[in-house]
């Protein structure tokens, strides 16, 4: 147990925090058990180490960090780790990726009913392992969900400049005022451009030669490995489920015609919706439908999205649709904190209420002019006027 001590110090020491993200004060961190779950590569493991370096450096005698994909796990258990950690005056545990070890969810139970005095955070890559483990885990854990850069944080880490997150509400009732605020200190478009391509994932700041091989790898790995492990899909269909997401990642955006795309990708038309649906849980497509609550399982989405638009320069590489980037960037931006739907009338009806339709500089209000509590999102613009917004600063919203 020695060694996950050291290789824990090792990874506070050089764990940075000239950048921290906006969810670090929005988790409830005197909570008993806390679970992060997003997807590969959006920065819930620095998200843990700058936590403890920030507000439990008085404590790092009675603190770990520990990924539970560590070699150590091949011949210890987890519980067997709390329970050593425990008796030496251990408080706070945090465990990262716990997907990587079997049987993760009850054991966590078992500590959690064992334990009183622990306090635990662990992270979840695997978006469909931790929908599997929720029923065990409902009563005991406060749950968070983590989202990529928005293009707030990204012009931060690449400004230098922090600005702070901004409500729905603010963006409609006051968009001129805080346009003219946000652009005196930055230029949007020196980022977002760059943003939409490879600003999502923290790790571009790694290597961004290797960001596309790396986001690759990332794709590859949610739809080779978790969705035949965890979700049953036949080996000989991921290659079809890879060229469902290049269409998706091409289209106008992507409204399923379920007959036809079952023909030309050969899959039956109720595999195909389990199909939509397995993407949309594990976090690489956003499927926008006419009633927002009680989704099934074999119910048509009105349309398919790309998560984020990072993962649409991978897939439609040079053959990305202008339209499709806009929709896909408000979708992400705004499906955070608030519930999408579809409408007839406009592109997108945000929670129950309200009408967004999302175009160029140049789109106006004749489509929804008659639709209360209507707006219209305008890419190339820096300011707006009435209810006519900037696309970019829905970015701000988180």
Avoid: C
Avoid at 9 to 16: A, E, G, I, R, V
Wanted: no cysteine.
């Amino acid at each position: 147990m020695e060694f996950l001590f050291e290789q824990f110090q090792q990874k506070l020491k050089h764990t940075s925090t000239d950048f921290v993200r906006s969810i670090m004060d929005e988790i409830h961190w005197d909570a008993r058990l806390i679970g992060i779950k997003g997807a590969r590569g959006i920065g819930k493991t620095t998200l843990l180490l700058q936590y403890i370096k920030l507000h439990l450096s008085g404590s790092l005698g009675q603190t770990l960090y520990v990924s539970l994909d560590d070699i150590w796990f091949n011949h210890h258990s987890l519980i067997e780790l709390v329970r050593d950690f425990e008796r030496q005056g251990g408080r706070y545990l945090f465990l990262d990726e716990v997907h990587k070890y079997s049987g993760w969810a009850q054991e966590l139970k078992n500590i959690y009913d064992s334990y009183p005095n622990l306090k635990i955070v662990f992270t979840g890559s695997s978006l469909l392992e931790i929908l599997n483990a929720r029923a065990d885990l409902s009563r005991r854990a406060v749950v968070y969900t983590m989202q990529g850069f928005s293009f707030r944080e990204y012009v931060g880490v690449e400004s230098g400049t922090l600005l702070k997150p901004l409500s729905l509400d603010q963006i409609l009732e006051n968009h001129i005022e805080v346009t003219q605020q946000i652009n005196d200190k930055i230029k949007p478009f020196q980022y977002f451009d760059n943003y939409l391509k490879h600003g999502y994932y923290p790790f571009y700041k790694e290597e961004l030669d290797l960001y596309e091989m790396r986001l690759g790898e990332v794709v590859n790995m949610i739809l080779e490995i978790e969705l035949p492990l965890l979700r049953n899909v036949d080996m000989a269909y991921v290659t079809k489920v890879k060229q469902l997401l290049v269409i998706i990642a091409e289209s106008v955006p992507f409204v399923p015609n379920v007959s036809k795309l079952s023909d030309k990708i050969g899959i039956n038309r109720a595999t195909l919706l389990s199909y939509l649906n397995y993407l949309d849980e594990i976090g690489l497509t956003y499927n926008l439908y006419k009633d927002a609550h009680g989704i099934s399982k074999l119910q048509k989405p009105s349309k398919v999205y790309l998560e984020n638009t990072n993962l649409i320069f991978l897939l439609a590489r040079n053959n990305a649709n202008l339209g499709n980037l806009r929709e896909t960037f408000f979708s992400n931006q705004l499906s955070y904190r608030h519930l999408l739907g579809y409408t007839d009338i406009g592109d997108f009806l945000v929670d129950g209420k309200l009408t967004f339709e999302i175009g160029g500089k140049g789109k106006g209000h004749k489509q929804i002019k008659k639709v209360a509590n209507s707006y219209v999102v305008a890419d190339d613009i820096l300011y707006g006027s009435q209810n006519k917004i900037p696309l970019w600063l829905f970015g701000f919203l988180y």
